[in-house]
């Protein structure tokens, strides 16, 4: 790993927004690097999923693209999403308690902000589900089919629900 | 303190039945392990470690899923949990120690917010290779995946193991690990 590694912004939930966003993102690195642990909160000691989109710089349009492979119920499986408005990899745990459980990913961004490049991304994460082990453990080489440099990166929970205040996300420019 | 360190760089001088990675300082955030590990198992083939987290090691402790294919499987997965298992199989890979050449198996593993005392829940994730062959063939492994406890405070040490279920296996002198901390 590099050595010039500089930790840009971290940020935590709220439990009042769906979304957690990295914004300014300055163009002063070759790569970023993301780590997080993000859940919702749902009484009860369950664990169940759900997505968290990932956009850049505010893009919503079918530029978007997923390709993955992942594990379920102790099968390999993967899947592709094309002209998509969003990358699709990461979820987050519903869960209280003490048992709380989170969902965790790192993404890794090279050449961020070279205006010559598309940008792809090498994604790893996995979270627990009650009942059904280490669901989506997943690795996913995904895409922002766009040239623009990345100065915004939105992590949205899909169905609206608020990410708890302990949920935390951290982001590093590496040169 | 710069954001991203090498906290400790270790080569096995002894071979070991468990390896231990004490004392972990609490100074960073996330937590980078680059192992690089090989059994004393004078065979062609790649093998699954345990790995458990501080020192929780009872029942129902921890989950993991993982994904791979070798040379004989095109691709299988295999997940437990959560709370289902004590400790992580299938968790850092390890070459076995016949080969002619002195290959080890790679593992990349991260675990975010590892020293959070609000994040109970610890992951670990990783992505994995190793190669045992030689020109007259051998064996391969690639796959990734994550382990899990719920409930579990800061990590401060992690054990790693040959976890095969054949006893008097060690993990081989010369294995070497990097660990490093994103602040």
């Known amino acids: 790993m590099a050595s010039a590694i500089t930790k840009i912004a971290e940020l935590n939930g709220t439990n009042s927004s769906s979304v957690i966003s990295f914004t300014s993102i300055p163009s002063t690195y070759k790569d970023l690097m993301f780590f997080g642990s993000l859940r919702n909160f749902a009484s009860g000691t369950s664990y169940s999923h759900q997505e968290v989109k990932i956009n850049f710089n ?6 978007y693209w997923d390709a993955y492979s992942y594990q379920r119920d102790n ?3 993967y899947q592709m999403y094309t002209s998509s408005d969003r ?11 003490s048992t709380t459980a989170y969902g965790t990913f790192r993404l890794f961004c090279p050449g961020y902000r070279d205006a010559s490049l598309y940008k792809r991304f090498d994604i790893l994460g996995a979270a627990h589900q009650t009942s059904n082990g280490m669901q989506n453990t997943i690795q996913s080489n995904s895409g922002w089919d766009q040239y623009a440099a990345i100065t915004q990166v939105d992590f949205t929970n899909t169905l609206a629900n608020t990410f708890t205040t302990d949920s935390r996300i951290s982001l590093y420019g590496i040169k | 303190m710069a954001d991203f360190e090498v906290i400790s760089e270790v080569t096995l001088g002894s071979s070991t039945s468990q390896w231990v990675i004490a004392d972990i300082s609490q100074d960073y955030t996330h937590l980078e392990l680059d192992l690089h590990l090989r059994a004393t198992t004078v065979n062609n083939g790649t093998y699954p470690g345990g790995m458990t987290f501080n020192t929780f090691t009872g029942s129902n402790h921890y989950g993991y899923g993982v994904v791979y294919s070798n040379n004989s499987d095109n691709g299988s997965a295999s997940d437990v949990g959560p709370d ?7 968790g850092p890979r390890i070459s076995g120690d016949g080969t002619a050449s002195d290959s080890y198996a790679i593992n990349k593993m991260f675990i975010a917010n590892y020293s959070s005392t609000a994040i109970l829940h610890k992951q670990i994730l990783w992505q994995q290779s190793a ?3 030689d020109s007259s063939g051998g064996s391969w492994f690639m ?21 095969w279920g054949t006893s008097g296996q060690e993990i081989k002198a010369g294995s070497c690990y990097t660990l490093s901390g994103w602040k």
């Open chain 1, 58 to 63: 505010g893009d919503t349009g079918t530029n």
């Open chain 1, 75 to 77: 099968t390999i499986r």
């Open chain 1, 87 to 97: 990358l699709r990899p990461i979820v987050c745990t519903t869960s209280s308690g």
């Open chain 2, 84 to 90: 289902g298992v004590n400790r992580i199989q299938y």
């Open chain 2, 131 to 133: 190669a045992t062959g």
């Open chain 2, 143 to 163: 796959g990734f995946g994550a382990g899990a406890k719920t409930n579990c405070g800061a990590i401060t040490q992690l054990t790693i193991w040959p976890d």
